[in-house]
C-alpha cells in the first residue's frame, strides 16, 4: 500500500494550491483518505477527509469553507483544493489512510495507519 502526495509549494497569501495524493498497492475506492498537517513545533493537525462509501466529506474548522477535498476512484487520486490560504496553513501536508477509517471520528484520534512522504505548503508573502 503506497501514498505518494505531491502539489506543495510557494504561495502568496490568498493564494491557491491543488494537492494531489496517487495510490497504489489496494483497493482504492473501498478506503477512507485523510490529509491532515505538521508545522514545525506544533502537533498534528486534521485537515479534511473523504470517504469511501459516498465520498462524504469532513473538514477542520480551520480549513471549512477554504480547503474542497474530492475523489476520482478511476486514478486512484484524492485532491485537496486549497484556496484563500494564509500563512498559517504552512506546513508539511499528508495524505494518510487505514486509518482513517471512518471519518467522523478520525479527527478525535488522528490516528494514521498508511501516509505518504508529505509536500510542504509555504504560505508567505
Known amino acids: 500500500l503506497q501514498l505518494q502526495a505531491s502539489g506543495g509549494g510557494l504561495v502568496q497569501p490568498g493564494g491557491s494550491l491543488r494537492l494531489s495524493c496517487v495510490a497504489s498497492?489496494?483497493?482504492?475506492?473501498?478506503?477512507?483518505i485523510g490529509w491532515f498537517r505538521q508545522a514545525p513545533g506544533k502537533e498534528r493537525e486534521g485537515v479534511s477527509c473523504?470517504?469511501?462509501?459516498?465520498?462524504?466529506?469532513y473538514y477542520s474548522d480551520s480549513v471549512k469553507g477554504r480547503f474542497t477535498i474530492s475523489r476520482d476512484n478511476a486514478k486512484k487520486t484524492v485532491y485537496l483544493q486549497m484556496d484563500s490560504l494564509k500563512p498559517e496553513d504552512t506546513a508539511v501536508y499528508y495524505c494518510?489512510?487505514?486509518?482513517?477509517?471512518?471519518?467522523?471520528?478520525?479527527?478525535?484520534?488522528?490516528?494514521?495507519?498508511?501516509r505518504g512522504q508529505g509536500t510542504l505548503v509555504t504560505v508567505s508573502s
Open positions: 473523504i470517504m469511501y462509501s459516498d465520498a462524504s466529506t
Open positions: 498497492g489496494f483497493t482504492f475506492e473501498l478506503y477512507a
Open positions: 494518510a489512510t487505514d486509518p482513517p477509517s471512518f471519518c467522523p471520528v478520525w479527527f478525535e484520534s488522528l490516528e494514521v495507519g498508511h
